[in-house]
């Protein structure tokens, strides 16, 4: 086969360019955005996937240290139930089987069970319990929610500041989280710098919640702070940080905080309502909630660059 001349080999490269899907194209093929989030330490550029929770592998975390109070009640526990013996004779044991054997018998031969008081005893019917399957397989689908993953390992976001710095890790073959996903081998073969260009709904402003919410219920900035609780609740979840995910739990002050800023800026009545709700809400409380929630996920950030 002849060697192509360098003109060829320019007109074949633009032709696989122009047939490889590039920019959205490509994140849109894989299920797969990049994600801008500017923190107290810098503007981290990683990636973000949603996936059902019955595809994936959480990230590996390092165990909790145990709070030495329930250590030691689970250990007193422990010792109690290795002290606690329960003996059956043999003849306790054959009158349980014998009773046993009774009961069988009586149901088989269609006689009327019942109890000490000489009340009925009605065999449960399998059909009462076909109305409990719809519901427990509701509640399978609701487990089987999709589920935020970033590209992370061992329980730290994996973040760079640059998209040459994160394209450079992603062709690298360098273990992370999002490895598992069926479509990362084309991200892996495809992905170019001028690929890392979050969307607008994918950049994040975490550095200014904090200062935000101190100017006041006035100032406060609705679009950054609802932003602000998505990204969080994410990060939380899939970097498996316990104090960020108690901390926006439904109920939760921050939670309360989150649905007042909604409902603020859904307008009409409901936003007339979410705006008097907010100015029930404490700023100097709700700022001191976000620095904390803010102070757990750049502690599991792992710079790379």
Do not use: C
């Amino acid at each position: 086969m002849a060697s192509q001349t360098p003109e060829e080999a320019a007109e074949a490269a633009v032709e696989e360019s122009a047939s490889s899907p590039s920019g959205r194209e490509l994140w849109d093929e894989v299920r797969i955005t990049p994600v801008e989030i500017a923190m107290p330490g810098g503007v981290a550029l990683t990636l973000r996937a949603y996936r059902k929770a019955s595809e994936l592998t959480p990230t590996e975390i390092e165990a909790d240290e145990d709070d030495p109070f329930e250590a030691r009640e689970r250990a007193a526990a422990a010792r109690a139930a290795e002290e606690e013996e329960v003996f059956v004779d043999d003849e306790f044991a054959a009158l349980v089987a014998e009773g046993e054997a009774d009961a069988k018998g009586k149901k088989s031969s269609g006689t009327e069970l019942r109890n000490e008081d000489g009340e009925l005893v009605e065999e449960p019917d399998p059909e009462d319990f076909k109305d409990d399957e719809p519901e427990a397989e509701a509640a399978e689908e609701a487990s089987d929610e999709e589920v935020p993953m970033f590209l992370s390992h061992r329980g730290k976001l994996l973040a760079f500041k640059t998209p040459e710095s994160l394209v450079s890790f992603l062709r690298s073959g360098a273990p992370h989280d999002l490895a598992q996903l069926d479509t990362w081998p084309i991200v892996a073969e495809r992905v170019q710098s001028s690929d890392i260009d979050p969307a607008a709904d994918d950049r994040y402003e975490l550095d200014l919640v904090v200062e935000n919410l101190r100017g006041g219920h006035d100032t406060w900035d609705l679009p950054l702070l609802i932003g602000a609780g998505e990204v969080a609740r994410d990060l939380g979840h899939a970097l498996r940080l316990k104090p960020v995910i108690l901390a926006l739990a439904p109920g939760s002050p921050l939670d309360d905080l989150d649905e007042s800023l909604r409902s603020a800026e859904s307008g009409g009545m409901g936003g007339f309502f979410g705006r008097r709700k907010l100015r029930k809400i404490g700023a100097q409380q709700a700022s001191l909630g976000w620095r904390s929630v803010i102070g757990k996920i750049s502690a599991a950030v792992d710079w790379r660059d």
